[in-house]
């Protein structure tokens, strides 16, 4: 198992609710990136963080938005949440920038909108 | 943009056999190329990554190779167990990671 945590591992919410889904990095990972898994697919970019600032992002709406800690912990939020969003969602550290560097994965927020 | 295909989309086998996942992907300019496993529900766990310069790499019963002017890698299994059954996806890394949907395998005991 890595050292990536993420937190609630179960979620059920309402469309139109928000949401925050919260990543704990494994020590010394000063990068995380988020992903959203829909059923059937393999995980989408959703977008990474480098000490506290984005670095990137895939093609999700802004009402996706993320932080990310001096401790190097993220969040992850979603506003307006519509049927579509529920997911798997994962997030994934590095311990630096480039692309040589595996990601290392935590089990992931199980996201329902009903 | 990078797409990164994988078939078969399932696979099932009976204990024992040897397989092949395949893995193709259509921008070569790539750094590396990974191998997951995940298990349902569950995130995700790293079995190998592949360097550019590489062309093979193998962990205990899983080997994986890498043909980048081809844009392909394999995943080779040996002599498959139950405790295999699960979803593999591969991904490369650009500005983002990009992973194929997944082939899920089933071994039959």
């Known amino acids: 198992e890595t050292g990536v945590t993420q937190s609630p591992t179960h979620l059920i919410k309402t469309r139109g609710q928000q949401v925050t889904l919260r990543c704990s990095s494994q020590?010394?990972?000063?990068?995380v990136s988020w992903y959203q898994q829909a059923l059937g697919q393999g995980p989408q970019f959703i977008f990474q963080y480098y000490r506290e600032e984005e670095n990137g992002r895939g093609n999700f709406p802004p009402r996706f938005s993320g932080l990310q800690f001096p401790n190097y912990s993220s969040e992850l939020n979603v506003n307006a949440l519509e049927l579509d969003d529920s997911a798997l969602y994962l997030c994934?550290?590095?311990?630096?920038?480039?692309?040589?560097?595996?990601?290392?994965f935590g089990p992931g927020t199980r996201l329902l909108v009903l | 943009k990078q797409e990164v295909t994988q078939i078969p989309a399932a696979l099932s086998v009976p204990e024992g056999e040897n397989l092949v996942l395949n893995c193709s992907f259509t921008d070569s300019a790539i750094y590396n190329l990974q191998w997951f496993r995940q298990d349902p529900g569950k995130g995700l766990t790293s079995l190998l990554l592949i360097q550019s310069s590489q062309r093979e790499q193998t962990s205990g019963r899983l080997n994986a190779s890498l043909d980048k002017s081809s844009g392909r890698s394999t995943l080779y299994i040996a002599a498959s167990q139950p405790g295999d059954s699960a979803t593999y996806l591969c991904?490369?890394?650009?500005?983002?990671?990009?992973f194929g949907t997944g082939t899920s395998l089933t071994v039959i005991p």
């Open positions: 991904a490369v890394p650009g500005n983002q990671f990009y």
């Open positions: 020590s010394g990972h000063n990068t």
């Open positions: 994934a550290t590095t311990p630096g920038l480039g692309v040589i560097q595996t990601q290392y």
